[in-house]
């Protein structure tokens, strides 16, 4: 069967065919959440801007019929970073090889044009899938109570490399965009970001976090160096004022993508794992101070905060 496939790197506009056919946007076919629908909508019609989207998909040449896709998207921004997702191919024509090579295909594509890191979510419960990256060299990075899982084809030691900033160039704020979202989703894809504290579940472990989450309540600052987002951090109304937090690897990274929200929040608060000095250094240095501890249930176990007001 793989054999008889083409396999074809499409970008905007697609085919007629293809789009008749493409099983994600059409409710009916696929159950699933309507953010995610709406954002592939986006995509088909070539409507994100600062991104680079492609379906890479498979043709059955007897028939003519596509059989197999994956979306694939590369922000103009970080070009070494791409997201991968909705990964299909036909019920009828499973396991006989063309998943396997839309993804080599996929794979070399990128490699070719300089992406270095490969992101995908997917369920842990998804043990075929989840057996076909991990034998490509996909790790997992991230999982979430609710099973879902980020995983990450990355060099090594690259992570950190990536988001420390230059201590020499300047790191400047501005507001998140859609051409920050493949940085921001590799940045939280740790377990080492504490993004539970993060206000409204901004979270790590969220299929594609970065257009599932609602950018449009609450304000959302990133940090930048170079175009590169090194940081982020969101003000949410709530609790007698407005929730600050903030995620990077650096305080400095922190406090520049903080700052901005703390000096227009009239009460902001924080709520800062007592072991993260690093972040409790930054909210210090936006203007917060320490109010006092307390212990919370977080992911069923205890963890010490520290609450931080104005
Ligand atoms: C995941 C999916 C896209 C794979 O496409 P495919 O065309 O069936 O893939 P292939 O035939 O090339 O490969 C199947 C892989 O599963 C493995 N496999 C086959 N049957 C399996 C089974 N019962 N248990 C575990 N692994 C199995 C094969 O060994 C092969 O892995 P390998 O290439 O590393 O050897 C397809 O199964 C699908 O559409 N599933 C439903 C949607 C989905 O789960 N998408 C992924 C979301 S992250």
């Known amino acids: 069967m793989p054999d008889q496939c083409t396999v074809h790197v499409l970008e905007y506009p697609y085919p007629d065919d293809f789009i008749a056919w493409y099983p994600y946007t059409k409710p009916d076919q696929m159950s699933g959440s309507d953010d995610w629908r709406r954002w592939l909508q986006r995509v088909i019609d070539g409507d994100v801007p600062g991104l680079r989207d492609r379906f890479v998909a ?23 970073i791409a997201h991968f997702g909705w990964f299909y191919t036909d019920p009828e024509r499973q396991g006989v ?30 043990e075929r899938a989840i057996g076909m990256y991990y034998r490509r060299g996909w790790q997992l990075s991230i999982t979430d109570p609710q099973g879902g899982v980020w995983m990450v084809r990355e060099p090594r030691d690259f992570y950190g ?3 420390t900033p230059d201590p020499a160039r300047p790191v400047r704020a501005g507001e998140a965009t859609a051409a920050d979202y ?14 539970r504290l993060l206000p409204l579940g901004l979270s790590g472990g969220r299929r ?12 959302h600052m ?11 951090a969101v003000g949410m109304p709530g609790g007698e004022g407005v929730q600050v937090d903030t995620f990077g690897l650096t305080a ?14 009239p009460n902001a608060w924080s709520l800062i794992a007592a072991s993260d000095m690093r972040r409790r250094e930054a909210v210090e240095a936006a203007g917060l101070r320490l109010q ?4 919370q249930t977080i992911a069923g176990a205890p963890m010490s905060l520290c609450r931080y007001g104005v």
């Open 58 to 80: 498979a043709r059955h040449t007897p028939t003519g019929q596509w059989v197999g896709v994956v979306w694939a998207s590369v922000s103009e921004t970080c070009p070494e």
């Open 97 to 126: 090889g063309v998943g396997g090579r839309i993804i080599e295909t996929y794979l070399n594509t990128l490699a070719a044009e300089g992406v270095r890191v490969v992101m995908l979510p997917t369920q842990l419960s998804n």
């Open 161 to 163: 490399e990536y988001f």
């Open 182 to 195: 493949v940085a921001l989703d590799y940045l939280l894809s740790r377990p080492a970001a504490p993004i």
């Open 208 to 219: 594609f976090l970065s257009f599932c989450h609602d950018w449009d309540t609450g304000v």
């Open 222 to 232: 990133v940090a930048r160096q170079q175009g590169r987002p090194v940081a982020i």
């Open 252 to 265: 400095r990274a922190m406090l520049t993508a903080l700052r901005p929200i703390v000096e227009q929040a």
């Open 292 to 295: 006092k501890t307390l212990t």
